[in-house]
């Protein structure tokens, strides 16, 4: 699928702004192990900034290879889909950071019907390579390990 985000920063007065367009492949089930399927799947992210002059840094691309295991449920929460999933991801050269492994992120991810509105929720728990190369990356970016939540809504027509 092909994806597009617009990131806007308006504390920055819009001197930040950024967008990323998406190519993603995915596998859906390509292999199952008893009740569990597996999805791998790669996407590329491309960052770019929203004005020309904007600063070169932020331009680049995020690599990201996922494997992900759909949990089933049980016949009365049907309507609910249960999802673990784990990535690693090739930061190559976006904000400036150097071209290398960044991170990977584990995912418990639930998504559920209202009406017509699909509702995804997550809990992800990052986790940075500031140790792995050479004795600290420190050219990556954020060197904290993260947990954080999301929840989303979309329409599909």
């Known amino acids: 699928d092909v994806a597009w985000s617009y990131y806007d920063y308006c504390k920055l007065n819009n001197r930040r702004d950024e967008q990323n367009t998406i190519l993603r492949v995915s596998m859906p089930s390509l292999f199952s192990c008893g ?16 004005r020309s002059g904007q600063g070169g840094d932020v331009a680049g691309v995020f690599h990201v290879m996922t494997m992900a295991v759909d949990i089933p449920m049980p016949k009365d929460l049907d ?13 190559d050269g976006v904000y400036g950071a150097a071209h290398d492994w960044s991170h990977s992120t584990f995912s418990l991810i639930a998504g559920f019907d209202i009406g017509d509105f ?34 989303g809504v979309t329409y599909s027509f």
């Open 79 to 91: 309507h609910v889909e249960l999802t673990l999933s784990s990535d690693i991801t090739y930061t």
């Open 35 to 50: 009740w569990f399927e597996f999805t791998p799947s790669y996407a590329a992210w491309f960052r770019s900034p929203i």
């Open 118 to 151: 699909r509702v995804p929720t997550a809990i992800n728990y990052q986790l940075v390579y500031d140790g792995l190369y050479g004795g600290g990356n420190t050219d990556s970016g954020n060197l904290e390990d993260e947990l954080y939540g999301s929840v």
